[in-house]
Each structure stands twice: as structure tokens, then as C-alpha cells.
């Protein structure tokens, strides 16, 4: 309600008019994720429980026509959206890992959560890249190589290649022999 004082004067006389004016507001404005999309790295050894926060949408309506629900659209069985009511009447919006993630075999991840006010919903990509550890040791294409050396063979000969291969990224899969 804004009050307003109006001054009219009718004929000789100046008077004021006091007059209350009551705006409505209408569900007409789209929750809005400040930051989309997301950009989100996990190491492949982060454990079960580790959360990425997610920044919490605006709605330029009234409380009463704010947000009221929010919703994990892409499903994966690796990420959880956790909705947390505070004490301050805010909310925590979090991504929890659920299960072990393997670069080896998905390295990345494209989550979409919504935000629902009643009539309108807004959405959020947050793009998880898996950031790779060394956990995998190289091996060898055979496990046992076996080769014939004549022996009038010249000193300084190639007797055998072998090639080990390393799934892990970058210097993580750099094979060093001796």
C-alpha cells in the first residue's frame, strides 16, 4: 500500500485528500538462475555425500507468488538435488554425489534442475566435468612377450616392441618405460 496526499481545490477553497493505493501483483515473472549454465569440476575420487551449491534463482514477484518447488529434471543415479528450507526462510539448493565417479567412463555430466512459482518455471544447466586422478596403472597389450635372438645378432638391436596403455588423462596416462 502506498499512501498519497492529493490536493484539490474546487473552488476557493484548498483541501487534501488522503488516498491509499493498493497495488496487486501478478504471477508474471520467470524465476531466474543467476548464473546459466553452471560450470562444475569433481575430481573422479570425490566420495558419496560431496555437494556442489547451486545458486538460488530470483523471481521478481511477491513472496506469495515466488518459488515454491524445484525438481532435478536429468536424471543420473550419481547427483541428488537437495533443497534445504534455513531458519532465515532462504534456501540451500545443492547437487549431492551419490555414487563413485569413473572419468575412464563418464567424464561428463549435464544436470538440469528447475524452479516452479505456480505458473512459470525457470531453469539451470550445471555442467559437471570430472577431473581425472591417477588411479589406473598401465598394461601391457600381451602379458607375456616372447621372442628368438639370433646370435649373431648386432649389439644395439630392436629384439621386441612392446606398448603398454594408460586410460588415465594427461600426464596421469604418461607411461614411462624401464
Known amino acids: ?6 490536493s484539490v481545490q474546487p473552488g476557493k477553497y484548498f483541501e487534501i485528500i488522503k ?16 548464473e546459466n549454465p553452471l560450470q562444475r569440476y569433481l575430481s573422479e575420487a570425490s566420495v558419496p555425500g560431496t555437494r556442489i551449491t547451486i545458486s538460488t534463482p530470483i523471481d521478481a514477484d511477491s513472496p506469495a507468488f515466488g518459488v515454491q518447488m524445484y525438481r532435478q529434471i536429468t536424471g543420473f543415479d550419481e547427483f541428488e538435488l537437495e533443497v534445504t528450507n534455513n531458519t532465515d526462510g532462504t534456501v540451500t539448493l545443492s547437487l549431492v554425489l551419490k555414487k563413485e565417479l569413473d572419468r575412464e567412463v563418464k567424464e561428463f555430466y549435464q544436470v538440469e534442475v528447475i524452479a516452479f512459482d505456480g505458473k512459470e518455471t525457470g531453469s539451470v544447466n ?6 581425472d586422478v591417477n588411479d589406473n596403472n598401465p598394461e601391457f597389450e600381451n602379458q607375456t612377450y616372447e621372442t628368438f635372438v639370433p646370435e649373431n645378432m648386432p649389439k644395439f638391436s630392436t629384439i621386441i616392441t612392446v606398448t603398454a596403455r594408460d586410460p588415465d588423462a594427461g600426464p596421469n596416462g604418461d607411461i614411462t618405460y624401464s
Open 19 to 34: 488516498v491509499i493505493v493498493s497495488i496487486k501483483d501478478i504471477n508474471d515473472n520467470i524465476p531466474t538462475f543467476p
Open 1 to 6: 500500500d502506498i499512501p498519497l496526499d492529493i
Open 126 to 131: 550445471i555442467n559437471i566435468q570430472v577431473r
